[in-house]
């Protein structure tokens, strides 16, 4: 596979022949590839060290301190898994703190950049996981707008969704079924869901909230995911609890029991 440098190269070559009098060509091209792994963590240079140390003081400062632990590994995994599901829970729990009372949230699995792993979760292993400058919103959807958009998750394969929340769908994508508290989906109902502002604009193959009316998303540096994560993190720490999740069946295969 050819690399982005290697055909920035190319390019970058193609049009300087094309841009000379002379004609050239290419005689050849030619690559190496450098591995980065733990051997240079056994013998670390001593100049490249002090030259970072100042600056790894000031990101360990950052990034080290402790928000909370994990009771297991969580990773990312269609159509359901630990993860989206804590991410989805933390949005329905962050939603009181905004006035809020929402029927369900919903957390993209494409938005979740990095697993979790068992034990201490420190600032930096949440930034790690909620990268982007997501903030939390809240929108109003009709029953037959939320069918809509459980069908959309079901085309996805699988998105993170709320306790509560039951889909049955197929491999290939169609939704079978569609549940709430136990409850099938009344189409002439309004439900109020949380989710994240980039999802509530329509993005990621979830246009039905685009649908949605009053929306609100606030838009300060603490209403962004990561700091909601953290914050539960903190919260559950602050309780002496492991924070917690697990595979429920909220998305489904029709296949499976």
């Not at 000031?58 to 928000?67: A, E, G, N, R, T």
């Not at 838009?219 to 539960?232: A, G, T, V, W």
Request: proline share 3%; glycine share 8%; net charge neutral.
């Amino acid at each position: 596979m050819r690399t982005n440098f290697q055909t920035l190269l190319l390019s970058a070559m193609l049009l300087m022949a094309a841009g000379c009098a002379h004609h050239y060509q290419i005689a050849s091209v030619s690559r190496t590839r450098l591995v980065v792994d733990n051997r240079y963590d056994r013998e670390p240079d001593a100049k490249a060290m002090a030259f970072i140390a100042p600056y790894q003081m000031k990101v360990d400062s950052i990034m080290k301190p402790v928000m909370g632990e994990a009771a297991r590994d969580m990773a990312t995994r269609r159509p359901e898994s630990e993860i989206s599901n804590l991410l989805s829970d933390i949005l329905v729990w962050a939603a009181k703190d905004y006035g809020e009372t929402v029927d369900f949230g919903v957390y993209n699995i494409g938005g979740i950049r990095a697993a979790l792993s068992k034990g201490i979760v420190t600032y930096g292993d949440i930034n790690d996981i909620a990268p982007f400058e997501n903030k939390i919103a809240f929108t109003t959807l009709s029953g037959a707008k939320v069918l809509e958009l459980f069908q959309q998750i079901a085309k996805r394969g699988g998105e993170g969704v709320s306790h509560g929340v039951e889909l049955v769908i197929t491999r290939d994508g169609q939704l079978v079924s569609a549940r709430l508290n136990g409850k099938e989906i009344d189409p002439q109902r309004s439900y109020r869901a949380v989710t994240i502002d980039y999802i509530v604009q329509g993005n990621d193959g979830m246009p039905a909230f685009r649908d949605g009316t009053n929306l609100k998303s606030p838009q300060d540096e603490k209403d962004n995911s990561r700091f909601l994560i953290m914050n539960y993190f903190r919260a559950m720490h602050a309780q002496g609890k492991k924070v917690d999740a697990q595979v429920e069946g909220r998305v489904r295969y029709a296949s499976e029991k």
